[in-house]
């Protein structure tokens, strides 16, 4: 267990830390502390844990790994200043992790075949292409495109997940797609209002099939033509909430709702029906939060059950997407039953760090208790809780970023 060091980000200027868009020059930091999520980036780097080469576990979980690290860290270099808070090269790396990428994703037949994932790609190859002009990066954007038009719809219109699993939509697919419509619209069709529509489409399907309206509370995921064993007659639901594609899901809202505040990608109409999901389903994730830990487990609404367990991706990911809506003013107080909503995120947030955070003999941070992957095919209460523990996963490592990120801008906050 590490000690938890305290860090002072030291202003460039004043004006610098205002822009919003001063990329690759942020808050400096002092030689003598290491806030968390720059320890964490390093660690990753050091690790090449995001990297996709022959030394890689190519699963098919890879390229979303390092589509949500990248991502990570190109929002996280616009706060911090990268070549004092890093000890590792962070511009190398993010060039390197896109490159590694550029083969596989350029091919757009294998983009419509891919799980949904792939279009957390456009983060990364956006900023490449913005950085360097380089017009690789614009052709891969464009097929993406083309992919993401081409891909399967169910009967509804609803995109499915992955080709191989017919007429199945995963919650965990909301990120992806969110941030590739917001990203596409913003920089490459700002007049194109269906890319919008269509996305709220998909969120409100989401919404519609996977809702269980007892605990507030979103399924994994749905089979539009009712036909899997697990499929709720009514609404194709899955039988289980789980953890971390609710976190994909939470993540999602809160980076749309700054992501259209900041470039108009939805009407009023559109921007209000994503705050209400935003707003609500906070409240509903702090009420199922385990009372002595502040954090999630595997399988939400059933805590405490033998073989569940707390999970470290999706409470990392639900204390990101509080601490930002409460940063962004979202959230602002309690709950309506009363619990601080900064404060439910910080309880958790320190016990992450107490329990599943170690700083190694190399000097990284590795991170404990992240599941590797859950899909649909058998989603039965002993699956969830059997299904691989990683040790430094990305899907854990990276939103542990984005989260202590979250609590060190709070902490830097309620210090002035
Ligand atoms: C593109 O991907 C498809 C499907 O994954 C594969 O069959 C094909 O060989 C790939 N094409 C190239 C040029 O790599
Ligand atoms: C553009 O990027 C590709 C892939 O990273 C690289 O091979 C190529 O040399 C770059 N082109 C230029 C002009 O920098
Ligand atoms: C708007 O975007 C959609 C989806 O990408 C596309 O099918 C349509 O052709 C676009 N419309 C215009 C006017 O560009
Ligand atoms: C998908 O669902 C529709 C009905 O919603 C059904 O007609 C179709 O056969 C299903 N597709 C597959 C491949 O199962
Ligand atoms: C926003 O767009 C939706 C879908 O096109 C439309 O139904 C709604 O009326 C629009 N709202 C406003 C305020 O323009
Ligand atoms: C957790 O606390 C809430 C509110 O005090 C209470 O309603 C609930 O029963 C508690 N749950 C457990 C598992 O102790």
Redesign the pocket.
Known sequence: MPKIIPFTAVLLSGLLAQSHLAAAVGRACDSETRPYSTWMTDSVIARRDAILDSSTQDDVSIVFKIALFESTVIRLKEYYDADSCGQEDWHSYLLEGAESLLPRVLNVTADINAPLDVFATGDAMYHQYDRNSNATYKQVLDTL?DA??ARTRNSEDGLWYYNAYPNLSFLDGSFPLSSFSSL?QTCF?PT?T??AN?LMHNLDLFKDHCHDDSSGLLFHGYDASKSAWWADPTTGASPYVWDRALGWWHMALVDLLEQTDNNNILNQTQRDDVYTKYWNLANTIINDADNSTGCWWQVMLHGGQEGNYIESSGSSMFVYSLLKGARLGYLSGSTPNGVGYTDAAEKCYNYLVENFITQESDGTLGMDRTVSVCGLTDPTFEYYTSQPIDYNSVFGTAPFILASWEHEMFTAGSDT
Do not use: K
């Open positions: 495109h993401f038009n596409w069709s194109n269906s890319i269509d």
